[in-house]
């Protein structure tokens, strides 16, 4: 699995499973870093992840401004794979209707390699909704339409 491919700036106010997948990240490459306190992954783009993401832009001389645009995206991603591997990661909070990101298009990516037809826009939608609801069916999962760990894990392996 390759990275989720950069979808758009994540900054302070911005929530979803692209946030919380940077907390993830954040939390996996801090290792004995004091810099920042390790992160609750909540989805949701406060200060003390802004604080982190600045740590983490000064430590690897990228622009200091709290913001993960493609170059702290991709520098993240970086880190935490060479550590952790590079498969896709759960993005620790459920994936439903309404959201948006690079981890909604990869679970669209991977919904269409397990037989749905849907635009991989990074939209969840109602056709993403109902493409989720039939692979849960099929894979004897509850069918509720909302991507969580169980979903997740049976998606991608």
């Excluded at 979803?16 to 939390?27: E, K, S, T």
């Excluded at 604080?51 to 170059?71: P, Y």
């Excluded at 952790?84 to 990516?109: C, D, F, L």
Aim: with cysteine; glycine share 12%.
């Amino acid at each position: 699995m390759a990275k989720p491919a950069y979808y758009s700036l994540s900054q302070t106010g911005s929530n979803g499973p692209d946030v919380a997948l940077i907390q993830i990240w954040l939390n996996g490459v801090r290792g004995n870093c004091t810099q920042y306190p390790v992160l609750t992954v909540d989805g949701a783009f406060g200060s003390s992840t802004a604080n982190a993401v600045k740590q983490f832009q000064a430590m690897n001389n990228l622009t200091v401004d709290g913001k993960v645009g493609q170059q702290t995206w991709n520098a993240l991603y970086d880190k935490y794979a060479a550590i952790h591997g590079g498969q896709e990661q759960y993005p620790g909070i459920n994936m439903k209707s309404g959201q948006k990101g690079a981890t909604v298009k990869s679970a669209q990516r991977r919904l269409n390699a397990k037989g749905a037809s849907l635009t991989a826009d990074g939209n969840f939608g109602s056709k993403t909704y109902s493409a989720v609801v039939s692979f849960q069916k099929a894979s004897g999962l509850t069918a509720d339409g909302v991507i969580g760990r169980a979903t997740w894990t049976k998606l991608y392996n």
